[in-house]
Structure formats: structure tokens, C-alpha cells
């Protein structure tokens, strides 16, 4: 039997979920993990690439495998947004970059050669006058390097696989100034980038975008031409060049529309290595079939996805060409959903970098449900649960790890299964297409307010609690509950020791013959709630959060809270609320110690029109209500009331106003 009785208090406290300010205590500090990036660098962008916004790439790379050596033409078109920009500042690194020594050997202002200087990972060109705001100017660079000295896994990499040459590049998070000049910052799209390599005839160069052209130049080698045609951040730029397999697959959408599926492999599909590969890889339209079901249309439509093979054993998320490693169906699953939430809506700095990571890691249960069912849902979740110290929101991206498992996936994608839980379904996935579609952030950037604010929009809930409370705070509710029967009256006291989070938080009690499901919003450190009992039913059990919505502790005791744990040190009534009302109002009140506690509403004449409470109550914070509508199928006239609280010789009475 599973009945479900919501006793009256209790079905007004949960639905009453308007979140209200509460003081966070932020008691612990941001995390202290060790420095796993050993690749940081600056965080922002200098002040004078903030006075710029980069418009266009074009890069052109000649690459001499047999010496390792490149040479490269890049021409970079920006718009001058602050007139007092005095040098053109580009991310290049100088030297110990995946390519060998860089040397700038010319740079064109508009056809002219000008003065530039190169050092310290920056390349700075002053502007020959001052620009106009507004202005677009074209810069034009001319580059060599190598010979490469050595693999460093970052930026660009000269590899090898099976014995043979294989490049790869990987630039997250500021590594694209290693092979080429950019700012090199998520905030700062390009609208579009054009990437031609000149290699070797037996190598295929697979990179973001669609392929314009190949043109084999008949002496050995041979140039490939790939365009990208949507705003693309510096670090979703690739290149990804070997002798590979080359196969794919077809995904068609509800429009009949064709998104070609492109794989670059080491193995043949046919003898897989890893020997899932081929399987996983043939889920993707299945994948892109849901993720356009719960995100919208896929956002590079016109252009393609795939997976080009590299030499790491985990995933990268480039625009429309994801580098491979153990292509695991999870991993599959999560570089896909990465071109929604990380390439199409790129986090705005890698504070946030949970706005990529967290809906990826989230998206890998999102297709465990649709593959596995409800249950596989659930072995995800658990999978990613995270009990430690930090915060999510990345204080400081210079010297903490910015990628995390713990910080930045796996207690993000708690966040949204809890948001999933608080909202509803069909509300949760009409945020993420909202979201999705908002053209201030559809290929652009997003921060986790702005992410809040369609969250709010879209609930008209104010979630600035529960949002300070994840992202920007430590830690989890450690709720401990107590409960305590009375013939038909049940006391059920929660007790948050630590943080005090504020949660809507699913009940289960059990009895003798029912269970009885209700939702209570738990925001203080002690609570008290009363839940009427069918008659002659002997409560038998007492969970919270029965189906693991929320990241927490939990135990339980039989029994109610000590006085000297609860508090307060004052009697007193409380203004109920709303005031007016019809027919519904909360009456809050503390008791200062146990007794017997006699609440009663009368009319102005003196007369008991009911009897709200008249028990014996324990010392603390206690809310009762009154339905005017209630009181044996009998309305009661509108006008004043009081309620009068009664416990031992103290009494205090405030006034009621019903209406009509
Ligand atoms: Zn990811």
C-alpha cells in the first residue's frame, strides 16, 4: 500500500518553497587540493585584449615532418573596442612549446610590415595610429619553428603511434598560444576560423568544422583546408593528423536534416582497439537522438561530429571533432554532450568551469537513463557522489586544479540532479533548452549567475540559496532526524549539525498499513513538524530523502531532541502568515520549555471557534496552521480572530484577520 496522506501542516510548509535570504556560513575555506595542472597561466586576458574582440583566425601551418619543423602564416581580424588601444597583445608562447622554439618573423599591419616584439608568451604589435572604435583591423603573422625538443602532452604534440608519426593538439585551458597566436581566453570567441595544413600526401589532418578542400600538390605532399563556421574558443581549436581509418555513421534528425558522424581512428572498425570501440561509437546517434530531445537541436548541424584518436587515455571535447581516448560508452556520451554545454555555450573563465563539466558529467547519467532505465540512473548518481571539502565554483583558477573529478564534475552533476528533483522534469529540461537557446549565451559564453537567472526565470522561484549553497559554499546537509508518536500525532524534529542548507527534502514515513510521502523544506538547524497519523497506524519507520535527490548524511533516532540541544530561551507567538488570509494560515510560535501547550483559535466574543493544538510539546521552534474551511465541512464567517497560545501560566494572543 502506498497511500498518499499529506498530514496539513506539513502539504503547507512544501508547497510554501519561496526561498527566502538566510545568512550562508561559509565555515570552511575554498579547496587546498594539489596542484595537478601543471599548465597554469594568467586567468585573464591583459587590459589591452580586453580593448579588442577577436573576430576571425585564419591558420595556416606547413609542417615538415622529417625535421619536425613548421612554418606558419596566421591572420587574425579583431574589432577595436576601447580607443585607447595602444598595442595589439596576442598569446604565443617563445619558446619550450610543443612546436620547438618559436620565431615571429613577420607581422603586417594592412599590407605593412611593423614593429613587433615577442617574448614572455606574448606577442605585442603597437598600433601604427589610433584606432577608431569600432574599426576592424587585420593583422597578419608570419612564424617559424622547430625542430620540436619535446612532448609535453600540452599544446601541440609531436607523437607517435604504432612506430609511425602522429600529431595531436591539446589546449585546454591555455594552451593554444603554444602552436598559435590568439587571446587566448573562453571568453573571447573567434565567429569563425578557417585551418589549412600542408603535410605530407600519406597523412590525413582532421581538425573542427567542415572540410572546404584537399589539394594534392603532387610532389609529396598535400594541403587540407577545414572551416569553421560557428564561434569556436581558442581551446576547442584541433589538429589531428596520422595514417588514420577513416568511417563514419549518419545521424538524422526529426527534420530529415543529415549530420554526417566522422571517425579517425588507429584501428580498423572491423578489429577494434580497444575492442568496444566500434560498438560505442555506433551508439552516438542514439546519443545525439536524446541529447537534441533534452537540450535541443544539435548546435553544429551544418558542419559535422566525430572523434579523432590521440595519445591520451581520456576525452577531449573539441568543437565538432572530439579527440578520443579509451572511447568508454560514458565517455562517448560525455564529449558529446559537451558540444551543447561547454563548446556551444562555453564557460565565460574557468571559474565556472562547472558549467561545461558539470552538464557533461551530468549527461552521462541523462544517457544511462535512456540506456539502462531508471535503475542505471541511479548507479550513475552514485557513482558520482562527492562527500569532501572545496567548492565548485573555482576561486582561484591560477593555482587550484581547475579539472577536478571530485569539484568541477561530479558534485556539479549532483547539483543538477537535484535541481531535476526540486523543479519537476518537464521543468528541469525546459531550463536546459532554454538555456540552450537563449541567444545571449547560444554559441557564446555563460557564468553561473547568468545560468541562475534562466534557472529563475523559467521556475519564478528565487534560487539564490540553493545556488550559493552548492556552487559557492562547501560541504552537504547532515541531517539528523528525530521522531516521537503520540496516539495520531507525530513529531518529527530535524536537527542540521555543520553548514544549514536550505532544501526541499522528501519524507517517507512508514506505518503499520501506509506510507505516507510529503515534502518539507528544511532551512534551520532545528525543526519541528507534526504530521497527523491515521487512526490505530503505528509508526514503523522515518526516512528522509528515500530516493537520494539530495547529496547527505542522514541518521535517526527514536525519540525527541533534548532541550538543551534545541533552544530557543523565549516564549513566544509568532504573527501568523499570511495575514490576511483565506482560508489557510501558518501560525508559528516557540516554546521556551516541554509542557503541555494548548493553541485555540477564538472569536471576538471570547467564544472557541477551534482547537488547534492541545498536547504535551516539546521545547523549540513549532509551527501550526489553521483552515477556516476546515471545521467539519462548516466555512467560517470572515473578520477577526485571535489565536491564543496557552503553556503552563505563560499566555500570548495575537490577532487574525480572515477575509473574505
Ligand atoms: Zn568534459
Known amino acids: 500500500m502506498n497511500k498518499s496522506y499529506n498530514a496539513l501542516i506539513t502539504i503547507i510548509l512544501g508547497l510554501l518553497f519561496s526561498l527566502t535570504s538566510f545568512g550562508f556560513i561559509d565555515e570552511e575555506k575554498p579547496c587546498g587540493h594539489a596542484h595537478q595542472d601543471v ?51 596576442l598569446d604565443y608562447s617563445t619558446d619550450n612549446s610543443g612546436v620547438g622554439n618559436i620565431t615571429v618573423t613577420n607581422v603586417l599591419f594592412d599590407d605593412d610590415s611593423v614593429i613587433f616584439y615577442h617574448g614572455n608568451d606574448l606577442l605585442r604589435i603597437p598600433v ?44 585546454q585551458p591555455y594552451d593554444a598560444r603554444d602552436w598559435w597566436p590568439s587571446v587566448d581566453y573562453p571568453r573571447d570567441k573567434a565567429d569563425s576560423v578557417d585551418i589549412v595544413v600542408t603535410i605530407d600526401d600519406y ?60 571517425f579517425y581512428t ?28 533534452q537540450f535541443g537541436p544539435y548546435p553544429f548541424m551544418d558542419e559535422k561530429y566525430g572523434h579523432a584518436e590521440w595519445g591520451k587515455s581520456y576525452g577531449m571535447e573539441h568543437q565538432t571533432l572530439t579527440s578520443m581516448g579509451d572511447p568508454t560508452e560514458r565517455r562517448v556520451a560525455h564529449e558529446l554532450a559537451h558540444m551543447w554545454f561547454g563548446d556551444m555555450i562555453t564557460c565565460y573563465s574557468y571559474h565556472h568551469i562547472w558549467i561545461n563539466e558539470g552538464f557533461a558529467r551530468y549527461a ?4 544511462w537513463e535512456e540506456h539502462y532505465g531508471p535503475a542505471g540512473y541511479r548507479e550513475k548518481m552514485k557513482a558520482f557522489e562527492y562527500y569532501g571539502t572545496g567548492t565548485i565554483y573555482v576561486e582561484d583558477p591560477e593555482t587550484e ?3 577536478g573529478l571530485s569539484l568541477s564534475y561530479n558534485k556539479p552533476a549532483w547539483v543538477l540532479h537535484m535541481l531535476r528533483h526540486m523543479v519537476g522534469d518537464e521543468t528541469f529540461f525546459e531550463i536546459l533548452q532554454t538555456y540552450a537557446a537563449d541567444p545571449e549565451f547560444k554559441y557564446k559564453t555563460a557564468t553561473t549567475e547568468q545560468f541562475q537567472m534562466v534557472c529563475e526565470e523559467i521556475t519564478g522561484l528565487d534560487l539564490d540559496n540553493f545556488f550559493q549553497q552548492w556552487i559557492y559554499g562547501p560541504g552537504f546537509p547532515h541531517y539528523r532526524a528525530y521522531r516521537a508518536q503520540t496516539g495520531e500525532d507525530l513529531l518529527i524534529q530535524t ?33 519541528t513538524f507534526h504530521f497527523q497519523i491515521p487512526p490505530g497506524e503505528i509508526v514503523t519507520g522515518l526516512v528522509m530523502d528515500p530516493d537520494d535527490w539530495i547529496l547527505k548524511s542522514t541518521d ?32 508559528p510560535y516557540s516554546l521556551d520549555k516541554s509542557g503541555p501547550v494548548h493553541i485555540s483559535i477564538v472569536d471576538v466574543m471570547g467564544k472557541e471557534v477551534v482547537d488547534l493544538i492541545n498536547s504535551n510539546q516539546i521545547r523549540g521552534h513549532h509551527k501550526t496552521s489553521w483552515n477556516s474551511l476546515d471545521q467539519q465541512g462548516k466555512a467560517v464567517e470572515a473578520g477577526i480572530y485571535f489565536c491564543r497560545l496557552q503553556a503552563g501560566i505563560q499566555t500570548e494572543i495575537r490577532k487574525l484577520l480572515l477575509v473574505k
Open 39 to 89: 599548465f597554469l597561466r594568467d586567468v585573464a586576458p591583459t587590459t589591452e585584449q580586453q580593448k579588442i574582440d577577436i573576430r576571425y583566425y585564419s591558420l595556416n601551418f606547413d609542417i615538415d615532418i622529417a625535421t619536425t619543423s613548421m612554418t606558419n602564416e596566421f591572420l587574425v581580424e579583431l574589432v577595436v573596442l576601447d580607443t585607447s588601444l595602444e598595442v595589439i597583445e
Open 401 to 403: 586544479s581547475i579539472f
Open 266 to 293: 588507429y584501428s580498423h572498425p572491423d578489429n577494434p582497439y580497444p575492442s568496444y570501440m566500434t560498438a560505442n561509437y555506433r551508439l552516438l546517434p542514439d546519443m545525439i537522438r536524446l541529447f537534441e530531445s
Open 364 to 367: 552521462e547519467a541523462l544517457w
Open 203 to 262: 597523412m590525413t589532418v582532421a581538425s573542427n568544422g567542415r572540410l572546404v578542400s584537399t589539394l594534392d600538390h603532387g610532389d609529396g605532399s598535400k594541403t587540407w583546408h577545414w572551416h569553421v563556421g560557428h564561434p569556436i574558443a581558442t581551446y576547442l581549436v584541433s589538429l589531428s593528423i596520422y595514417e588514420f581509418y577513416e568511417w563514419g555513421d549518419i545521424y538524422v534528425d526529426a527534420n530529415n536534416d543529415t549530420l554526417p558522424i566522422q
Open 556 to 587: 535517526y533516532v527514536i525519540g525527541v531532541i533534548e532541550d538543551e540541544q534545541v533552544g530557543p530561551e523565549y516564549f513566544e507567538l509568532g504573527q501568523n502568515y499570511p495575514n490576511p488570509f483565506n482560508p489557510m494560515t501558518i501560525i
Open 495 to 527: 536537527i542540521q549539525s555543520g553548514i544549514v542548507f536550505d532544501m526541499p527534502v522528501d519524507f517517507r514515513i512508514t506505518t503499520t498499513s501506509s506510507v505516507i510521502d510529503t515534502v518539507l523544506r528544511i532551512n534551520e538547524q532545528f525543526m
Open 128 to 171: 601604427v595610429e589610433k584606432p577608431g572604435l569600432g574599426q576592424r583591423i587585420s593583422v597578419r603573422i608570419f612564424s617559424e619553428s622547430g625542430p620540436a625538443n619535446n612532448h609535453d602532452d600540452q599544446g601541440f604534440n609531436w607523437d607517435y603511434e604504432s612506430g609511425r608519426r602522429a600529431i595531436w593538439t591539446n589546449s
